[in-house]
């Protein structure tokens, strides 16, 4: 029961009341919990009378903080889809108060020892291998975060971090402020002769916008690349693409005064300091550290397996690299193809290849029937049902289903989600899952169920000749919704009791995108297609002429594209495993080595993309960029399962492949090594010769 005097942020009862929250209730509620929070740390980290045991450790601290983090995901999440200047007010004041709070957790060396306790009480061996888990994880986390170490080098590891966040603010205001100052003004129409009308328009409005005549551009992505792509005029795409590979570099400066900008100071001492915190830690190298929670074992073993991929990938990349040089040259007149030539050439290639219109494709992915395609492929994988269920939303057009299983004793609810489908003002871009509520089985002896948010922001539905129709989607945002609910199963379908380690908590990071990129697969499966798919005049489903084509177009340039990757990826590991920050080898010396190495087409000496390289300088992928191939390898060969269930005759074999994928991978979350869940569905070790076959290389 909710009175006026209630605040609907404190009402844990059932599900949130996006009906009743306000922006005033923010600040009341995260106060009362907060101090609820830190009420039951003080207690946690109280001398025992007795052992320390789960129940009178873990379970108490777990069900203060469940409670802060629950409400605080509410906030977050209205502060993502429905931005309005109060929630967001309330939404920065609070933050601070958040992070301070999750901050002092992680560095409570009374929480530490008592962890400590436990993992050496006689109660340890009697734990659940999860709960066995979730104190080994708590453990390592502390000692990763430097709780172990000697009062003298705990300072010091606490000003590297310090230091570490302010370099990395630092290098991405740099990169930033020097993508925002450039500008190129195009005076004359005729040398934009190539690029689309919609981009022509931005142009010429950021030029109007800044008081000028003529067509302006910046070195913001939607405004640089398609000169890139599209630009007829050479000089005009050489230019853009100086500018932009030199951004934030000492190179730079030669055409602006951006020196000031310039991140090699910030690369080499992020470097020294990432390098420093993993001695302190008694590490060989950041990248050691950087991998001790993840899936991946040893940097040597990612350098291997990087540089595997690109033994493998190197005739293709060849190939396409030769086949598109030799179309330059007879079809554009380009004889010397260089780095600003390469995009162009490819999308003309790619259009003269594969003629067809992404509006073309639209037309046969309706909202309804692709929404409907993806919930009955679901079902039948993984002997659950989706259906319409009721909820308090935040938004009109926001939907919600409950998951259902079908058992002896009838159906039982598994969990639910929220569906928000559609871009509108006040909402972030991109499309995420995000966990409303996690599974976990209440002290009460009650399970609590999984909910999700899954949110996106494709097209809503319009008004066309007077008629509503329905939302079109393109083959990207199809693939999009089928990613962010493997995200979402993997949430939602978890057996798993305890909080920490149910649905995607505590999955390695760089295996979590394995169940999302698994469910991609299917939307280039013609089964599947046939299924989903009804043109929107006609109803007819996707014609296999069409099919084929954007199959073929799929792995255009895959051979490249992979190069790249691998390239990045391993100037990213190598800069953390054997780069020695010290020595006279520059940054530079090492991103060359790597080129030389492995790179098809080496980019010009000028090009220093590292400088604004923000994942492994800014972000959290510092030695793990690798991780979006290694997870790619796992969801590519857990998918070749369900292949090869479907050649050996599909039937009792596919169900029972959906069930092993649900039961080993799905059901067990974060609650062992994701290497055990994947050789438990799998029965081997994981191999990237399926990942090779789906881009159309050879294994
Ligand atoms: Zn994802």
Not at 86 to 110: C, D, M, S, V
Not at 239 to 255: D, L, W
Request: charged residues 25%.
């Amino acid at each position: 029961m909710t009175t006026e005097t209630t605040n609907p942020l404190l009402d844990f009862s059932g599900l949130p009341r996006f009906d009743l929250i306000r922006p005033e209730h923010v600040t009341p509620a995260i106060e009362q919990l907060i101090a609820a929070a830190r009420d039951a740390v003080r207690q946690a980290e109280a001398p025992a009378a007795g052992p320390v045991t789960w129940d009178n450790f873990v379970v108490p601290l777990e069900e203060a903080t469940e409670r802060l983090g629950r409400a605080w995901g509410i906030v977050n999440h209205l502060n993502h889809v429905m931005d309005t200047p109060e929630l967001r007010a309330t939404y920065n004041e609070n933050q601070p108060k958040i992070t301070e709070f999750w901050t002092e957790l992680g560095q409570n060396e009374a929480l530490f020892d008592k962890y400590k306790q436990l993992r050496a009480s006689g109660d340890f061996a009697n734990l659940a291998p999860a709960r066995k888990r979730i104190v080994e994880n708590a453990l390592r986390d502390f000692r990763l975060g430097g709780a172990e170490l000697p009062d003298k080098q705990k300072e010091r590891f606490a000003e590297i971090q310090e230091e570490q966040a302010r370099l990395s603010t630092r290098f991405s205001e740099n990169v930033l402020d020097a993508t925002n100052d450039y500008k190129l003004l195009v005076a004359d129409e005729a040398d934009l002769s190539g690029l689309p009308d919609d981009v022509k328009a931005a142009a010429r409005a950021a030029a109007e916008r800044d008081g000028k005549t003529g067509w302006q551009f910046s070195l913001h992505f939607p405004s640089y690349f398609p000169i890139l792509q599209f630009a007829d005029k050479r000089e005009l795409r050489e230019q853009i693409y100086r500018a932009n590979a030199t951004k934030a570099s000492e190179m730079g400066a030669v055409f602006s005064e951006l020196e000031k900008w310039d991140n090699t100071g910030n690369i080499a001492q992020l470097l020294k300091l990432r390098d420093e915190e993993a001695k302190l830690l008694d590490f060989q190298s950041f990248a050691h550290v950087s991998l001790e929670p993840k899936m991946a074992e040893t940097p040597e073993h990612v350098i291997e397996f990087l540089e595997d991929l690109a033994r493998r990938a190197r005739p293709y990349a060849e190939k396409d690299l030769a086949e598109l040089r030799a179309f330059a040259q007879e079809e554009l007149g380009i004889a010397d193809m260089q780095a600003w030539d390469v995009a162009y050439a490819s999308e003309k290639l790619r259009e003269k290849r594969y003629a067809f219109s992404a509006q073309e494709v639209k037309e046969y992915f309706p909202e309804p029937k692709v929404v409907a395609g993806l919930f009955g492929l679901i079902s039948k994988l993984f002997g659950v049902t989706i259906a319409p269920d009721d909820a308090p939303v935040w938004h009109p057009d926001v939907r919600f289903y409950r998951i259902e299983k079908n058992g002896h004793s009838g159906s039982q609810l598994v969990g639910q989600f929220y569906l928000d489908l559609y871009a509108r003002q006040g909402k972030g871009q991109g499309a995420w899952m995000d966990d409303a509520r996690g599974r976990r089985l209440t002290t009460g002896g009650i399970v609590q169920t999984p909910i999700a948010y899954l949110t996106c922001n494709f097209t809503p539905p319009a008004e066309v000749d007077g008629k509503l129709q329905p939302s079109l989607f393109t083959h990207d945002e199809v693939t999009t919704l089928f990613h962010e609910f493997g995200h979402g199963l993997h949430h939602m379908l978890t057996e798993v009791d305890e909080l920490s380690v149910s649905g995607i908590s505590g999955v390695e990071w760089d295996a979590v995108e394995l169940p999302s990129q698994f469910m991609e697969n299917f939307c280039w499966e013609w089964d599947v297609l046939q299924g989903m798919t009804a043109h929107v005049k006609t109803g007819e489903p996707l014609p296999r002429a069409l099919y084929d084509k954007m199959l073929a177009a799929k792995n255009f340039q895959s051979g490249m594209q992979t190069l790249r990757q691998v390239e990045f990826s391993l100037i990213d590991m190598h800069l953390h495993y054997d780069f020695d920050p010290t020595s006279q080898k520059t940054v530079q010396d090492l991103v060359d080595e790597v080129r030389t190495r492995f790179s098809v087409l080496i980019p010009p000496s000028f090009n220093r993309f590292q400088h604004s390289f923000g994942h492994i300088f800014a972000g959290g992928y510092a030695a793990g960029y690798y991780s979006y191939k290694w997870a790619e390898v796992l969801s590519a060969d857990a998918y070749a399962a369900f292949e090869e269930a479907v050649e050996a005759g599909g039937g009792s074999l596919l169900d029972e492949t959906g069930k092993r994928f649900h039961r080993e991978i799905l059901a067990v979350g974060g609650s062992r090594p994701a290497l055990e869940s994947f050789k438990a569905f799998r029965g081997r070790e994981p191999t990237i010769d399926a990942l090779l076959r789906h881009n159309g290389m050879q294994a």
